[in-house]
């Protein structure tokens, strides 16, 4: 089966040629506001020719969690059951939506839980904009956009699954759908070096995050085995070429783990890997998923931050929400898969 949110309007133009233009914004529109064939007034030889070999709505939310503080955490079905994770965030600057890009991840960093039931498949263009369409009409009208900004920070390595994300960005910016900006847009990479170098030629105006998480390639590899492939100085090189290309300022994402990256040193070793770069430091504390990690006191994590600061770093701990529902990346969907097996 093929999936119609994986087609641009102007291909569901070609795709539905045979029948009368409007149908295919019809189809396109009910792509965006999460509709499924029995909620569009389609003729019933259509919907019966499309349903034999088309799915319209790929996605169905599976749970969903409310924290005290406003945060929804989807634990969403896709239509060959497969799980994958989304959260709606409420904030003062306008709500954000932070998708997944895979079903799990290969990346197998020890901090995170997406990763430890492995990489199942990567998702398509289409599942991501659907992921958005549903999740943005739970939190509202069908027919507005919900949601100010989005993240793909979700479970998943985005430039693992290059050619699918692209798409994606095309979808989500599109005039006739949410006509996002894609200044609202950030991605966060482990750091493929390839893929920065490979999407720094497309000149988007997205904010590109890198996760570094360590200010040295011994510590680093400890924790994320992408550093056995990619050193940190071939990273900084990446984005100085990605920042010369696009002029768009930069995030490194560092999680403070305790005992191993969060010392004086390790902040003036992250002041030196980013001086004289348009960067900012966005400094996370851990979420301890039952690994050996410790996490760094909340205390001591603002006492980092403000060793950043001190040395010309731009720099803030990230707020945390959802923390008592399991916001952190790949923790529902980790539970719930260990649930089912037993």
Known sequence: MKILSDYTLDELYDLLAKYKKFRAKQIFDAIIQAKDYDEIALPKNMIDELKSEYILQPI????TLISKDGTKKYLLKLYDDNLIECVFLKQNYGNTICMSTQVGCRMGCKFCASTQNGLIRNLSAGEMLSTISIVNSDNGKCTDRN????VLMGSGEPFDNYDNVIKWLNLITDKNGFHLSERNISLSTCGLVDKI???AELKYNITLCVSLHATDDETRRKIMPIANRFKIKE???ALKYYLNKNNRRVVFEYCLIKDTNDSYENAKELSNLTKGMNCHVNVICLNVNGGTLKATTKKEAYA???????LGVSATLRRSQGSDIEGACGMLRAKTLKENKS
């Open 235 to 237: 990273i900084i090189e």
């Open 304 to 310: 980092f931050v403000k060793k950043l600061n001190d």
């Open 60 to 63: 169905k939310i599976y749970k």
């Open 197 to 199: 170098y490979k999407f």
């Open 147 to 150: 949601f100010t900004n989005i």
